[in-house]
């Protein structure tokens, strides 16, 4: 079992473009999580989903960002148009019932 | 969890001497509670967790005492090893599974030789 797989590890984008961050949950986890951390900073949750369907997104930003995991492949992340405080360590955790499986991030530079 | 801040607090103790850290919760409905360690540009590992019917966990060198009375946890490290360096974050959950995690401010924990 490779556990949470995100990729890429590291993503530079320059302001107004889009960035896309992926992950593949555990084997037979169903839940998917994307929580930022800011530097310095615990982390903040952001959008639960299952196969095609978003459970809460109540951590989202309004304007930008969308997440998705459809019935086949990763889960993604988008966040278009970035910008520098979109800057930050992006993870995504899977889960079984109270099994939170992190993955090692994704850190975005908008410079 | 605590309110984020800027800075996190630090914990510095020496190697081999038992380390206690501290988080107070703001929900008094979440009914589980995880300690996770979490080293540099690394993501959240799991150390240990608690349910909200008990107040005393051990694992292996690791203790977590919850006093819901007033919404505090703990985690308790004994004989610390370098390894042990880290950003510790405690995280509480309101059950079912369905919600997120919410994260405490974290602290680090510093060994000294």
């Known amino acids: 079992n490779a556990g949470v797989m995100q990729n890429p590890r590291h993503l530079v984008r320059r302001r107004g473009q889009e960035a896309r961050l992926r992950c593949s949950p555990m084997k037979g986890h169903s839940h998917v999580y994307w929580y930022r951390q800011l530097p310095e900073e615990g982390l903040k949750f952001m959008v639960y989903l299952q196969k095609e369907n978003i459970i809460d997104e109540s951590g989202m930003p309004k304007e930008r960002f969308s997440a998705e995991f459809p019935k086949e492949g990763p889960s993604i992340l988008r966040i278009q148009q970035v910008v520098r405080g979109d800057s930050a360590a992006y993870f995504c955790?899977?889960?079984?019932?109270?099994?939170?499986?992190f993955g090692s991030g994704t850190r975005l530079t908008v410079v | 969890g605590e309110s984020v801040g800027l800075h996190l607090p630090t914990l510095s103790v020496q190697e081999g001497d038992n380390s206690i850290i501290n988080c107070a919760y703001s929900n008094s409905a979440s009914d589980y509670f995880i300690w996770y360690k979490q080293e540099s540009g690394k993501g959240p590992q799991f150390i240990i967790d608690?349910?909200?019917?008990?107040d005393k966990r051990q694992g292996q060198r690791v203790t977590v005492l919850l006093n819901k009375t007033v919404k505090h946890l703990s985690l308790q490290i004994a004989a610390t090893q370098p390894g042990d360096s880290a950003v510790y974050f405690c995280a509480e959950n309101l059950g079912g599974g369905a919600d997120g995690l919410t994260f405490g401010k974290g602290t680090h924990l510093i060994i000294q030789p």
């Open positions: 955790a899977s889960s079984t019932y109270e099994s939170y499986t």
């Open positions: 608690i349910r909200s019917n008990m």
